[in-house]
């Protein structure tokens, strides 16, 4: 008698957060073909509710919420997603159920979709919307369907009007994390497995699931709601041979104006690797074109000119090692050098030929010297050990100015840097603005002190802190006040404008006091890029492709380094090579890769993604290690003891500044 009062339950025929608690007790875990009448009776109510249009897109309200549906949805969905989730492992749970509910909402979506998603916000536009969410989510319920159930609503998808695509922004941002993860999940299965399907699948759905997890990425990046990481695409990052293939059309497209569809125009679905790759093609592309534009085919003189080489494809620098900074910001403020063609470096009075080693030292050099303290341009956090600009300092914005445009010119020029910003900085490269999560990352103590203000609820507030609106300064020795609005030396922070007192001191302390500094800054770091394709970064992808990773896995290198002249990777010598390197401290290893690539860092993606190359080189005597870095080639001698390799190696790295040290007039 009970079941038959559950079962009663259904002829609502909506669903709803009291009635799934019913059927939790109707359906408790049935994972075979056998249920009762009863049972029986309740699962034809259920899908009788999936097969009417009205109920099932009036259904998983929350909890009173009674108005008349022509009353609501000014905004909200009012989807009681807990209900849904209640109802999903439900589902999930109980065989028959699950087959037979499957079918009825696949019929669904089929059948009741049809038209009045390309309209105006009409009621019936509204309720088809509200279907089409409810109908999304069972292909997660109904998982082993996802791509049935996806075929037949990304094409609804394609059919919104203006005006619905802008409803149905403002109701994912209802979404809560778990169901916003698993769509966008479902979504990228769908994607991986059309990447490898036939060419008709993909005119027909690839162009439309890239538009739809857009839309769900620029969800994202609003509500902050599921780690930017979750949009990377498997296949799109992995399968080497689509992904030569989206290369080749991608460039065609910035080449050759050509039309073709490719995901690499959905930079967010790729990893950092391939951001890198796509980076470093667009800049040989503007290179190249840079060149072109110097020679006019139909001047025979340019053209003659070009293949005498007296018109060089790269833009050549000369620097005095002891002047490094001096020269370096002379050279580069010079408006007549054209910094969009490979840089090549040569330090006046040394023997290296520049292949990208001496490139590579130069950046790393002057950027060691930039942050010394001496120059007083950035003041240095010891508690997060990050570099932050200096609102004291004396120097010319002009040189903040040439700073940024060094570290585009770095990654313009495929050199990594060590340089220690906190994320706030790269975040505002990107346009972002901070946030109170950025003032942890940058400094915890102030972080802490804010946040206690922040969870204070007693009413002393005001006389505990006896705060301002002000911010206390310490310039050069003297102690100066900023204030945080006009007038804020006379306002008390109290338990009512304690949130404003906050947010102002975020923005003060990240925007307006360093805003002219900061500005020269960033407009010097866009002076070789458009902007374009960062915005498809997030601050930590770009914080990777100006430092790469710090992580230094020299396991990892070992697996795919390279032996030539005769090294394998059972001789001898690179069996105590390794033995050695694994030895190594931190410092060390950062020494010996410096020495040997000419960076401190690894590349984006880690030590595993390096091409790099032991070579067997010359006798064991008293010769050091060289290398050409170049091409992270190591020039290693076939030390016959460990005792004697760690003892060469370590004089190498610890004096490997400058070319033509050890190393003869080779390439670097």
Known sequence: NKDVHICS?????LLNSSNIEELAKLFPCIQHSKISKVQNDGLIELEKSFLDKACLAASFRPKGKSKPFAEI????????????????????????????????????????????????????????LRLFVILLEFAGTFEEHNSDFLRVLLPKFETFSNDTLDRYAIWLGEYDRE?????????????????????????????????????????????????????YNEAANNDIDYKKKEIRNWYSNKINGTNYFTVYDYAWMLNPESKYLMLSIETEIQQNEEVKT??????????????VGAISPYSMIEIRRDHLIEDALNVLSKHNVNYKKELKVKFI??????????????????????????????????????????????????????????????????????????????????GQDPTFDDLKDFSPSIAQSLEF???????????????????DMETYGKKTVAELKPGGEGILVTQSNKHEYVSLYIDWLFNKSIAPLFDSFAKGFYKLYNGEFMADCDPEELQLLICGSPILDFRELEK???????????????????????????????????????????????????????????????????????????????????EKLKEKLMIAISNSEGFGLYQSPLLF
Not at 73 to 88: M, P, Q, R, T, V
Not at 295 to 307: A, E, F, G, H, K
């Open 560 to 642: 795919v380094t390279e032996y030539e002249g005769g090294y394998t990777k059972d001789f001898p010598t690179v069996v105590f090579f390794w033995t050695v390197i694994h030895q190594l401290t931190l410092e060390e290893k950062k020494k010996f890769l410096f020495f040997a690539t000419g960076s401190d860092r690894a590349p984006v993606g880690g030590l595993g993604t390096m091409n790099f190359n032991i070579t067997k080189h010359g006798e064991d005597g008293h010769q050091l290690p060289s290398s050409h870095t170049c091409f992270n080639v190591l020039l290693l001698p076939p030390y016959k003891t460990l």
């Open 294 to 307: 110097m020679v006019d085919p139909s001047d025979l003189i340019s053209v003659l000119l070009q293949q």
């Open 179 to 231: 169901n916003f993860k698993t769509l966008v999940q479902n979504l990228n299965t769908f994607l991986t497995n059309l990447i490898g399907a036939s060419k008709k699948e993909r005119e027909t759905y690839l162009r439309v699931c890239c538009d739809f997890l857009k839309l769900l990425n620029i969800t994202n990046k609003k509500h902050n709601k599921i780690s930017y990481k979750e949009f």
């Open 73 to 128: 949805f000014n905004l909200s969905a009012e989807i009681d997603y807990g209900a849904l989730h209640k109802f999903d492992s439900i589902v999930k749970k109980n065989t028959v159920m699950k087959e037979r509910l499957c079918k009825c909402a696949l019929s669904m979506s089929k059948t009741a979709l049809e038209k009045g998603m390309e309209g105006k916000n009409s009621l019936e536009t509204i309720l088809n």
């Open 9 to 13: 339950q259904f002829r609502s025929k």
């Open 453 to 471: 203000i922040l969870n204070y609820e007693g009413e002393d507030l005001k006389e505990m802190l006896s705060c301002t609106f002000t911010i």
């Open 349 to 430: 009075g040394e023997d290296g030929i520049d292949d990208g080693g001496v490139r590579k030292e130069f950046f790393q050099l002057i950027v060691k010297h930039i942050f010394d303290p001496s120059f007083a341009m950035f003041n240095y956090n010891t508690e997060t050990r990050t570099y932050w600009f200096n609102p004291d300092t004396f120097e010319p914005r002009i040189k903040f100015e040439l700073i940024g445009f060094i570290l585009g010119l770095a990654l313009y020029n495929s050199v990594i840097l060590d340089i220690s910003f906190p994320r706030i900085v790269y975040k505002k490269l990107l």
